[in-house]
């Protein structure tokens, strides 16, 4: 989903974990130190998987009640969501059609922005500060002559399939790509990765969208008590200038599991986001949540990234644990994005976790990497071909877990 940013008052954004019966003091993690290798891995190695929970928002809000149960953390506020597909008179999808969602009978709207990939809409009112609305009043604006399409939409019976008298075609201005970047000591293989692929998965996924204007933002963090805390190197337009930046990074610090990841998203969502008809993506590349104390600060800080108009993409490196999947996977539902995963199936890095989810693909991160910047640029989603795929879990389909 492509939002512009709108400014309201947050209302019971977060909701509070309820107080747990008593249980064993938890265990402190201690994260293996990064030793770098003798031989640096082979380009394209790195193997993923991915989830788009907007597109099985049931299977995750089970999953969310049962995690919070065991996390004994706060959950992010998703109840009564508008959702809806745009289709064109033709039947098609209707990707990037400007629209306004609005409480029936209210002069303005709580939401202004464009329908996303293959025209779907998800959007959490009460993330937007709007409450929880059993309906709303979607506008749809014509690009160029004609007449506004109105219509009402319940927050109740799963995603409305709403026929346009117009098509869409998403054609965004610009794309500000921004990598929010776990450096402790247990990151060294992502971050390699990170510094060495950048320049062909962006100019892979141009190919979508030719001309468009792309400027680079770079946020690095470790913890307290390390050489530093939170790093903001703002946004560049220069490519070189990135990459000179990653290749500066070293990963070190760190120790215990929780790193100051709550911190670090809080800047990425105060970066100074280019407004208007364009993609605003944050990539959160990490592995290790926030510290407990400062988890309802990570899901307000993907809160305003979703009132900016910026969907956050979480990344869940080597040794991602329970927490870490937890919360990174709120950031990304309630943002629009998606959370993404390493696996074992290259043999590179530290071991890497199985997700709590029932269906998903493996292929190389990079490939993956690709085909979600060309779906949100193209406004079309893109799947990865049979001879792509590693290993399947589950039945998947077009993202879709049918399991």
């Known amino acids: 989903m492509i939002a512009e940013p709108v400014v309201l008052e947050d209302v019971a954004g977060v909701v509070t974990a309820p107080s747990p019966a008593p249980v064993a003091a938890k265990v402190v993690t201690i994260m293996p130190r990064y030793k770098p290798s003798t031989r640096t891995p082979r380009r394209g190695v790195i193997t993923a998987g991915d989830i788009d929970d907007t597109l099985n928002l049931g299977a995750f809000q089970r999953y969310l009640a049962k995690a919070r149960r065991t996390t004994h953390l706060p959950a992010a506020n998703l109840s009564k969501p508008v959702l809806a597909q745009l289709v064109g008179p033709n039947g098609k999808p209707a990707p990037g059609v400007r629209i306004t969602l609005r409480r029936p009978g209210a002069a303005d709207p709580f939401y202004s922005g464009y329908s996303g990939v293959d025209g779907n809409i998800t959007v959490f009112p009460t993330v937007l500060g709007a409450g929880r609305l059993n309906a709303v009043e979607l506008r749809a604006f014509p690009d160029g002559q004609g007449q506004v399409f109105t219509t009402r939409i319940t927050t109740s019976g799963g995603r409305k399939h709403i026929a346009l008298p117009f098509a869409g075609d998403w054609k965004p201005d610009f794309l500000d790509l921004a990598f929010v970047v776990d450096t402790t000591g247990s990151m060294g293989d992502e971050l390699e990765w990170l510094t060495r692929e950048l320049r062909g998965i962006v100019r892979a996924a141009q190919r979508s969208a030719p001309g468009v204007s792309i400027r ?6 470790r913890d307290e008590g390390d050489d530093y805390v939170v790093r903001n190197y703002g946004f560049t337009n220069r490519q070189s200038q990135m990459v ?28 100074d986001w280019r407004r208007g ?69 290259s043999g590179v890095g530290n071991g890497h976790a199985e997700p709590t989810i029932s269906c998903y693909r493996v292929t190389k991160l990079r490939e993956l990497m690709v085909r979600v910047l060309r779906s949100e640029l193209s406004g079309h989603r893109i799947e990865a071909p049979a001879s792509a795929v590693i290993r399947t879990v589950g039945s998947y389909r077009n993202g879709v877990c049918q399991n």
């Not at 990074?249 to 670090?264: K, V």
């Not at 956050?312 to 927490?323: D, R, T």
Request: proline share 3%.
């Open 277 to 345: 008809k364009g993609e605003r993506l944050m990539f959160h590349i990490a592995d290790a949540p926030p510290h407990d104390r400062d988890a309802r600060t990570y899901l307000a800080a993907a809160q305003q990234a979703a009132k900016n108009g910026v969907q956050v993409f979480g990344l869940g490196a080597s040794g991602v644990a329970a927490e870490s999947e937890y919360l990174m996977r709120q950031a990304a539902v309630q943002t629009n994005g998606r959370y993404l995963f390493l696996t074992d199936d």
């Open 244 to 271: 000179a930046w990653l290749r500066k990074q070293q990963a070190d610090g760190g120790g215990d599991y929780p790193e100051a990841a709550a911190a670090a998203l809080k800047a990425g969502a105060s970066l």
């Open 216 to 221: 680079y933002g770079l946020i690095v963090y």
